[in-house]
């Protein structure tokens, strides 16, 4: 009996594990074309990235975030929901222009104080005498990162990515797993644009680089479920082990009763 009632209790308690272990995570990719662009100084103090940028060049990018590591909510209001933090944990992205892609976090070599930003802001906005404007959900999303002091070397590279709709559902509310698609381009209710920059100087060279892109396509998806570290297998291996013992149990009782009675 003792056996049997600890079997059970740890199917239930094994069962919570990998119910309660799937990581998800929100992926996102996007692709656009250049609105706007800066690419050096017009005096040639700061040199370029981007040779082959022009108005019109088609660049991407992409982004994810993990749902589990994210901080948690701290808007002040009902209407919006912020997930901000100043740390490289939780969320990463990347961006292609002139046939290079930048990875926002393996860009700063520098070994010195290295501040990052990075979290995206949900808005549920509704026409109201405060807010005289037409009903709108937006997505907001950034990550930042910088090092270094302009004295022996700076380096910085960031990505925004914002998403906005009126009067359309956008959003499947204000929680942090969120799944939509965009590539209505000529849609006037719906707006989508993405800021890129670079920065980099040194003693011996400076650049500067960055540009405003209208997003044509934009997908945001949850991606396949990760198990922590595979529990439904190992509870597989583990309900047929215990399967095993209580069945042994089960007929060393009987056996004994059998042998009782005659």
């Known amino acids: 009996m003792k056996v049997s009632i600890f079997s059970k209790n740890l199917l239930i308690f094994l069962t919570f594990i990998s ?13 656009g074309l250049v609105r706007s662009f800066e690419n050096g100084t ?12 022009s108005v019109g060049s088609v660049v991407s990018g992409s982004f994810w ?20 933090s100043y740390t490289d944990e939780w969320m990463g992205s990347n961006f292609t222009i002139d046939g290079k892609t930048y990875f926002i976090s393996d860009h700063i070599p520098l070994d010195r104080y290295i501040f990052e930003s990075e979290g995206f802001n949900l808005f549920d ?18 990550d930042d990162i910088s090092s270094g002091s302009y004295e022996g070397g700076y380096k910085a590279v960031g990505l925004m990515v914002e998403v906005s ?8 509310g204000l929680g942090i797993v969120q799944e939509f698609d965009w590539y209505d381009l000529n849609d006037p209710s719906t707006y989508a644009q993405a800021y890129f920059s670079l920065g980099d100087s040194s003693v011996d060279e400076m650049k500067t680089s960055s540009a405003w892109i209208d997003i044509s396509e934009i997908h945001v998806r949850r991606k396949n479920a990760v198990s922590v570290p595979e ?14 013992v209580i069945r042994r149990r089960q007929s060393g009782n009987s056996n004994s009763s059998f042998k009782e009675i005659f």
Do not use: H, M
């Open 125 to 142: 906005l509704e026409t109201t005498p405060e807010y005289p404007y037409p009903a709108s959900e937006i997505f907001y999303l950034w």
């Open 65 to 84: 975030y993990d749902t589990d590591k994210a901080p948690a909510n701290s808007a002040p209001n009902d209407y919006s929901a912020e997930y901000r």
């Open 231 to 244: 529990p439904s297998t190992l509870l597989l291996f583990i309900s047929i082990g215990l399967c095993i």
């Open 165 to 172: 709709r009126e009067d359309k559902t956008l959003l499947d």
């Open 42 to 53: 017009e005096d040639g103090t700061f040199s370029g990235y981007w040779a082959n940028v």
């Open 19 to 31: 119910i309660n272990s799937q990581a998800v995570i929100i992926e996102g990719n996007f692709t």
